[in-house]
């Protein structure tokens, strides 16, 4: 399989190579695979990162998350940001103010560049402190490779889909509640656009379902000049979903225990 990959890879690069200047702005699958995301990926590739590549497991405006396999046949997700496409300006809200990325330029390409470098950054951190986020491996350019989370090639669902079929739906809140306070506590780090949409629900929806927080790249530091509105928006996202499906939240309460008050 990984024959087959570089053989894809080196057919579009040989392809993309004959075209005029501008290439870099060619669509190829939904604005995905340009040239240098290609050569990105050939390189990656090349160092054993990935070996096998696949579908699309999700798709969205601003990027598409594909099922791949890593070293030692690691089950992997590669998530590819389109450049011509993403929502600079609301990628830029979320920059700004982040002291880790204070130098940034205002190009499409550098603003993407660094939202990958910002949601791995971020990954790593709520990983190191025990929250279950995707286990970051690598970014490079607008190519984000983590683990996968899944079986049989299927992405885990999110909450959204079948948050009402929990059996135990009470302690899934208490973990999203311990995971957000882990975060704010031990990671510095404000989620941003927490709800049943950004959370997965990993092993099934009996008793031992648990909670995987993805799409983290918006996720701000403490000292974000934002940071405590958007913790205050994501107490009230997961509150108004878990009342839906019968659990009780005062979102007072829970503000407080995330802050550790």
């Not at 392809?15 to 050569?39: I, Q």
């Not at 959204?160 to 990671?187: H, M, N, R």
């Not at 099934?204 to 927080?213: I, L, Q, S, Y």
């Amino acid at each position: 399989m990984t024959d087959k990959i570089f053989r894809k890879i080196e057919e579009e690069l040989a392809r993309l190579h004959m075209k005029e200047r501008g290439v870099e702005d060619l669509k190829v699958e939904e604005d995905v695979f340009d040239k240098p995301t290609l050569e990105a990926l050939y390189r990656l590739a090349n160092k054993g990162l990935i070996t096998a590549m696949d579908g699309a497991i999700s798709t969205g405006k601003e990027a598409n998350v594909f099922y791949a396999l890593g070293e030692n046949d690691r089950k992997v997700a590669i998530k590819i940001y389109r450049i011509t496409t993403s929502n600079f300006k609301a990628m830029s809200d979320y920059l700004l103010g982040d002291p880790r990325f204070q130098n940034i330029r205002h190009t499409k390409k550098s603003i993407v560049f660094e939202w990958t470098k910002k949601e791995f950054k971020n990954l790593m951190r709520a990983y190191e402190v025990g929250v279950r986020v995707p286990e970051p491996i690598v970014a490079e350019r607008n190519i984000l490779i983590m683990e996968f989370i899944g079986e049989d090639e299927v992405s885990a669902p999110r909450l959204k889909d079948v948050g009402e079929y929990l059996e135990d739906p009470g302690s899934f809140f208490e973990i999203v509640v311990e995971y957000t306070s882990k975060l704010y506590q031990k990671a510095s780090l404000v989620h941003a656009d927490l709800s049943e949409f950004n959370i997965l629900v990993e092993g099934g929806v009996e008793e031992n379902a648990r909670p995987v927080f993805i799409d983290i790249g918006q996720g701000v530091t403490l000292d974000h000049v934002n940071a405590e509105e958007f913790l205050r928006r994501d107490i009230q996202n997961i509150c108004r979903y878990f009342k839906k499906i019968g659990v009780e939240c005062d979102e007072e309460d829970i503000l407080r225990r995330v802050r550790g008050e």
